[in-house]
């Protein structure tokens, strides 16, 4: 797989609790809201935020903004790499991040909590990836959708879409 620079990564973690201890789920997110890479650490500290810098960059190369809260170890892990000149923070610069963790939480209810950090871990994996791929906002744009050359594809309707779809083959 080719890494692709996206042009904003807003970078969020949240507290997940195994048996009692908490946990964070680092999540890296594009502009888009695809979901780049998920993972999970007992502590939130520089040396936590560095790998997962890392692990997101060797994957994905580097982004032109890194969107963050206003948590002290992504600036610490930022500014190891290099890239403190493309950290954003501010208000309501991270709500891409923030809003990727809801189908996470609603998921996580239904499971009824996780018992091992390493089947957290997995479950992040696959979720982020079918999250992905059956969200109509990275797979497809709207405006696609709602064109008026590919609607009579999407919607048969009878007679209309007999006439809208081959009109070309008939007009000779």
């Known amino acids: 797989m080719r890494p692709r620079t996206h042009w904003q990564w807003?970078?969020?973690?949240?507290?997940?609790?195994?048996?009692g201890e908490t946990h964070y789920l680092?999540?890296?997110?594009?502009?888009?809201?695809?979901?780049?890479?998920?993972?999970v650490t007992k502590r939130r500290h520089r040396k936590a935020a560095l790998k997962f810098l890392r692990k997101t960059m060797k994957g994905h190369g580097k982004g032109e903004v890194i969107v963050t809260d206003h948590l002290r170890s992504y600036g610490a892990a930022i500014?190891?790499?290099?890239?403190a000149d493309r950290q954003g923070?501010?208000?309501?610069?991270?709500?891409?991040?923030?809003?990727?963790h809801q189908p996470?939480?609603?998921?996580?209810?239904?499971?009824?909590?996780?018992?091992?950090?390493?089947?957290?871990?997995?479950?992040?994996?696959?979720?982020?990836?079918?999250?992905?791929?059956?969200?109509?906002?990275?797979?497809?744009?709207?405006?696609?959708i709602t064109s008026s050359s590919t609607v009579p594809l999407l919607i048969p309707s009878g007679a209309n879409f007999v006439q809208h779809s081959f009109r070309h083959l008939t007009a000779n």
């Not at 500014?79 to 890239?83: A, F, S």
């Not at 923070?89 to 990727?100: K, M, Y």
């Open 10 to 19: 807003p970078l969020d973690k949240v507290f997940v609790k195994i048996n």
């Open 26 to 39: 680092w999540r890296a997110v594009d502009h888009e809201g695809e979901v780049l890479e998920s993972f």
């Open 79 to 83: 500014k190891e790499i290099g890239n």
């Open 89 to 100: 923070t501010g208000p309501w610069l991270n709500n891409r991040g923030e809003n990727s």
């Open 104 to 144: 996470f939480r609603r998921r996580e209810r239904a499971m009824l909590r996780f018992r091992r950090m390493k089947t957290l871990q997995k479950f992040v994996a696959v979720h982020a990836s079918v999250h992905n791929l059956i969200s109509i906002r990275s797979a497809i744009s709207i405006h696609a």
